[in-house]
């Protein structure tokens, strides 16, 4: 039975999205959009920008000698959604050069806030003065760029207060969760500040009111199998911090119950009240379920983008869902 849980917990943290071939303008712009992160730098005082430059390095993983790759460990769609969408209408975006520069910056600030502000907000990050520097300069570099490009788009100003207003609604206020689906529409609004670039794109792009909201349920359902997927790689640490995850959510009451009653000692994969939860989890087929729930997002968005000729991203989707279905798994 421990040897069968312990491999259960393996499979969980090791499961993965499949990889994406970046096209060779896919490695360009994936190149300017990390080299934002360098510009942000250097916009700080004189006497910061080192220290910011080195704590952006440990931050991302980076050695001496190499590129600054800060969205490496962003899946591909998080950003190429943006070059796919410029690629869609080559000739006819709406965007001129100073657009294009603004979408890169108000993208790439969007991204490293996500990551940033739950780090901080955790205490993962202490919240030191360069920290605070670095977050409410790239909170004003992100408005600086979305106020230009919100300018002479219809609602404009009005989508960017909205979509910010929806992200702080999101993570500010508690919320009773009681259902996956409810779950999930809580992590779209999670995600809402990734929503207003492609938002404000569509709509110098397109008179049609759907390809916005298209757009952005595709890059919702892509989000949420993120969202998904971490909770299947964390599901021995979130049982022991007894973190309401959405495998959490998927269990009857009684079994709720059970995962979230207090222990002094830390459980571990011997403890028999341990083994019955996660025995249920495994049985019951679960996590299964929510594989099946990944799969299905990440179809939505890429028929989506499909319907809309964006067969690039939609091809892209498609590859980080292929593992999870062929996927001859045990759980």
């Not at 993965?16 to 990390?34: H, I, P, Q, R």
């Not at 892509?222 to 021995?236: K, N, P, S, T, V």
């Not at 299905?296 to 499909?306: G, M, N, Q, T, V």
């Amino acid at each position: 039975m421990e040897d069968r849980i312990s491999d259960f917990l393996s499979s969980c943290s090791h499961m993965d999205f499949g990889a994406v071939s970046l096209s060779e303008g896919e490695e360009s712009f994936y190149g300017e959009l990390n080299h934002e992160i360098l510009s942000l730098c250097k916009s700080l005082p004189e006497s910061t920008q080192t220290d910011a430059i080195l704590f952006i390095m440990g931050y991302a993983g980076a050695s001496f000698g190499e590129d600054l790759v800060f969205f490496g460990n962003y899946y591909v769609p998080s950003w190429s959604i943006i070059y796919w969408l410029v690629q869609s209408r080559p000739d006819d975006t709406g965007l001129a050069e100073r657009d294009r520069e603004n979408v890169r910056m108000a993208h790439a600030m969007a991204m490293f806030l996500h990551s940033l502000d739950d780090h901080i907000n955790d205490n993962e990050l202490p919240a030191t003065h360069l920290t605070l520097l670095l977050r409410s300069q790239s909170w004003m570099a992100m408005n600086n760029a979305l106020a230009s490009l919100a300018d002479g788009v219809d609602q404009g100003t009005r989508i960017v207060q909205g979509l910010i207003n929806d992200y702080y609604s999101s993570i500010c206020r508690p919320h009773d969760i009681e259902s996956l689906d409810r779950y999930c529409d809580l992590f779209r609004k999670q995600m809402a500040t990734w929503f207003i670039v492609p938002a404000l794109m569509t709509k110098r792009m397109s008179s049609d009111p759907d390809f916005t909201d298209a757009i952005q349920k595709a890059y919702g359902s892509f989000g949420i199998a993120w969202r998904l997927l971490d909770d299947i790689q964390d599901l021995e640490t979130d049982f022991e911090k007894r973190t309401h995850s959405s495998v959490y959510l998927c269990l009857p009451a009684e079994v709720k119950s059970a995962w979230d009653r207090e222990t002094e000692q830390k459980r571990d994969a011997s403890d028999g009240h341990t083994k019955a939860i996660l025995n249920h989890i495994l049985e019951n087929g679960v996590v299964e379920g929510i594989r099946e729930r990944i799969c299905s997002e990440l179809e939505s968005a890429a028929s989506i983008a499909d319907h809309y000729h964006i067969t690039g991203l939609a091809d892209e989707f498609r590859c980080l869902a292929r593992p999870l279905k062929n996927r001859c798994d045990h759980l």
